[in-house]
């Protein structure tokens, strides 16, 4: 996947993007504390510490930077995607977001046909 990301990075002459590949949770992601502007959590908190993510984002995003969470619906079936026990419900997500770090920007709302998402932003 990479390498596809790459080639198209070179065809379209963009220059503003470092790949990276690594295991985020035992390496962390490798960039500054408070240095980023935006983090995106898509289709990535159905993992068995999603609190992980969360914390990692927070260290790394500017005071104000935002998280954009988008995730498989759990109510109802997808073509892919985990299987329906074990994705998150937009409340869970919610309940796992630390209100003295974060606070929530845009409610989770469905994305057709098969997501939801959420805006949070590091206080």
């Known amino acids: 996947m990479?390498?596809?990301?790459?080639?198209k990075l070179t065809n379209d002459h963009i220059h503003?993007?470092?790949l990276d590949q690594r295991d985020v949770l035992t390496q962390r992601t490798g960039l500054a504390d408070n240095s980023i502007d935006y983090v995106m959590l898509f289709n990535i908190l159905h993992h068995d510490s999603?609190?992980?993510?969360?914390?990692?984002a927070y260290?790394?995003?500017k005071p104000q930077g935002?998280?954009?969470?988008?995730h498989w619906r759990s109510d109802i079936?997808?073509?892919?995607?985990?299987?329906?026990?074990?994705r998150p419900k937009p409340d869970?997500?919610?309940?796992?977001i630390d209100r003295?770090?974060?606070?929530v920007d845009k409610e989770p709302g469905v994305i057709e046909p098969y997501h939801y998402g959420i805006i949070i932003s590091k206080l």
């Open 2 to 7: 990479l390498d596809i990301v790459r080639q």
């Open 16 to 18: 503003n993007v470092n």
């Open 50 to 56: 999603p609190k992980d993510f969360l914390n990692e």
């Open 59 to 61: 260290r790394i995003l």
């Open 66 to 70: 935002k998280v954009g969470i988008l």
């Open 77 to 86: 079936l997808t073509p892919r995607g985990p299987g329906l026990s074990i």
């Open 92 to 96: 869970q997500i919610l309940q796992w």
């Open 100 to 103: 003295l770090k974060f606070s």
